[in-house]
């Protein structure tokens, strides 16, 4: 059974930092694209950023390019994302997100979801 699951999230200040992990588990990720999503209250799930479990470049939203790392520790089998520079129009739920094969930032390819970690920038 395969499961994501996500850690990290909580409420931080406008302009602070925060670490998002996901740490898969049930299968083999080797030859799979990882991504996070996020959904804000009142609006659609939408992309951040994604990365081949086995490397290479990533892709990210225009939104948190220059602020967003995604990253992940084949040793600790977990991906990061590493926000920087929060405002409030990053509160949301993020989500993590698993599909075989290349990235993509269409969330109706990912096959496998966590159930989200809340993540809340005060002003």
């Known amino acids: 059974q395969v499961q994501l699951v996500e850690s990290g999230g909580g409420l931080v200040q406008d302009g602070g930092s925060l670490r998002l992990s996901c740490a898969p588990s049930?299968?083999?990720?080797?030859?799979?694209?990882m991504a996070w999503f996020r959904q804000a209250p009142g609006k659609e799930r939408e992309f951040v950023a994604a990365?081949?479990?086995?490397?290479?470049?990533?892709s990210y939203a225009d939104s948190v390019k220059g602020r967003f790392t995604i990253s992940r520790a084949n040793a600790k089998n977990t991906v990061y994302l590493q926000m920087n520079s929060l405002n409030a129009v990053d509160t949301a739920v993020y989500y993590c997100?698993?599909?075989?094969?290349?990235?993509?930032?269409?969330?109706?390819?990912?096959?496998?979801w966590g159930q989200g970690t809340q993540v809340t920038v005060s002003s």
């Open positions: 990365i081949r479990w086995s490397g290479g470049s990533a």
């Open positions: 049930g299968r083999t990720f080797t030859n799979y694209a």
């Open positions: 997100a698993a599909r075989a094969g290349a990235h993509t930032s269409n969330q109706y390819e990912y096959d496998y």
